[in-house]
């Protein structure tokens, strides 16, 4: 059974730092890209990165450029998500999601996801 | 202000046939393929039409996706009291170098 539990969420002051895991389990793991998509407080979904599946390339919705940083290692089945300079426009629920497993990117499918984990950016 | 536009709202009593419509451009939708995701009140977001038009296992027939051109549409058809969730369209965007979402359409079963 294919499973992606995130952790890591919790309360942060605005400029502050977060990093966020995902422990995959029940897949070959190293087989797919993975992503990161948030949703804030009663909006919509948003992605926010992905990462081929051994790290080679990575993408960032332009927002969180350069605040944020996605990694993985593929001997421990995790992904992360690295937040700094946090805002509190940042504060939403952080889902991790397996992504496709197709060599080029352009054809994501997000087909498992977590239980997503709550970060809050405020003072 | 989502790079895909859908409506805000849809309803339909059961049994009813409703669609929902995501538009989106030549950059998105237009030269990739689109899949929709269901999300129920207070828990995660799950897959329901990949590739335009596939359903994952476990995913009723009553629920169909097609495209053309730059739009794309989810077809939801017998509707049930259970299918009231948000629906999402999403895409890859070969110019923003990203995915992109909808803004989310919110099915009311009436």
């Known amino acids: 059974e294919v499973q992606l539990v995130e952790s890591g969420g919790g309360l942060v002051q605005p400029g502050g730092s977060l990093r966020l895991s995902c422990a995959a389990s029940g897949f070959t793991f190293s087989n797919y890209w993975m992503s990161w998509v948030r949703q804030a407080p009663g909006k919509g979904l948003e992605w926010v990165a992905n990462?081929?599946?051994?790290?080679?390339?990575?993408y960032y919705v332009d927002s969180m450029k350069g605040r944020f940083t996605i990694s993985r290692d593929n001997a421990k089945n995790s992904l992360y998500l690295q937040m700094n300079s946090l805002r509190a426009e940042d504060t939403a629920v952080y889902y991790c999601?397996?992504?496709?497993?197709?060599?080029?990117?352009?054809?994501?499918?997000?087909?498992?996801w977590g239980q997503g984990t709550l970060v809050t950016v405020s003072s | 202000q989502s790079v895909l536009t859908q409506p805000l709202s849809a309803s339909g009593t059961p049994g009813q046939r409703v669609t929902i419509s995501c538009s989106g451009s030549s950059s998105n939708i237009g030269r990739n393929t689109v899949n929709w995701y269901q999300q129920l009140p207070g828990t995660a977001p799950k897959l329901l039409i990949y590739t335009n038009n596939q359903r994952p296992s476990g995913v009723p027939d009553r629920f169909s996706g097609s495209k053309s051109g730059t739009s794309a549409s989810l077809a939801i058809s017998g509707l049930q009291s259970e299918d009231e969730a948000e629906y999402y369209c999403?895409?890859?965007?070969?110019?923003?170098?990203?995915?992109?979402f909808g803004g989310g359409t919110k099915l009311t079963v009436l």
């Open positions: 990462t081929k599946q051994d790290g080679s390339e990575k």
């Open positions: 999403a895409a890859w965007d070969d110019r923003l170098n990203g995915v992109v």
């Open positions: 999601a397996r992504d496709s497993d197709a060599p080029i990117v352009g054809s994501t499918i997000f087909d498992y």
